[in-house]
């Protein structure tokens, strides 16, 4: 992954809610030629990080089945669980944005995805309120290389 972004917001990783990693390990390295990123198991969930571009694709196994992913697969199955968005001009964009209109633009997001979705996929949508505001890369967690490393 490279040091270099282009300003505005990208997509810094994909959380992918999976049965078993090991079922799926040798498709991401030998079918996709993902390389590996060390990961750190975290949240009640194995994770196996790969390096797709610039994206951190990870895959997140329950460890039991009343974690937040045991939960989800149960709930919803085997899928996208959460996309990442990062930003390099946080502080610009907090400064021009007030909250409602950060509100009426994530809003109109959330409508095009909807449609999008609704014409493509069979399972609901959900799209969690909650914004957790990253500076370029997803927060370090302890054995994780930073994007340094990747």
């Known amino acids: 992954m490279s040091d270099t972004q282009p300003p505005g917001p990208r997509v810094a990783h994909v ?5 078993s990693i090991a079922e799926l390990h040798a498709f991401y ?18 994770i196996a990080g790969f390096a797709a571009g610039d994206v951190l694709v990870e895959l997140l196994e329950a460890e039991t089945p009343d974690s937040p992913i045991g939960r989800f697969i149960d709930r919803r199955g085997p ?7 990062a930003m390099t001009d946080l502080d610009d964009t907090l400064e021009r944005e007030t909250v409602e209109a950060v509100e009426r633009r994530l ?7 909807a449609k999008a979705w ?7 949508l959900v799209v969690e309120r909650e914004v957790f505001w ?5 927060p370090e ?10």
Not at 15 to 19: L, P, Q
Not at 134 to 138: E, F, I, Q, V, W
């Open 141 to 150: 967690r302890s054995g994780a290389r930073g994007r340094e490393g990747r």
């Open 79 to 85: 899928g996208i669980h959460h996309i990442c968005f």
């Open 107 to 113: 809003a109109a997001v959330q409508r095009e995805i």
């Open 118 to 124: 609704k014409a493509r996929a069979s399972w609901e």
């Open 134 to 138: 990253r500076r370029g890369a997803p």
């Open 29 to 46: 390295r030998t079918v996709l030629g993902m390389s590996e990123v060390d990961m750190s198991d975290s949240d009640g969930a194995r």
């Open 15 to 19: 959380g992918i809610a999976v049965r």
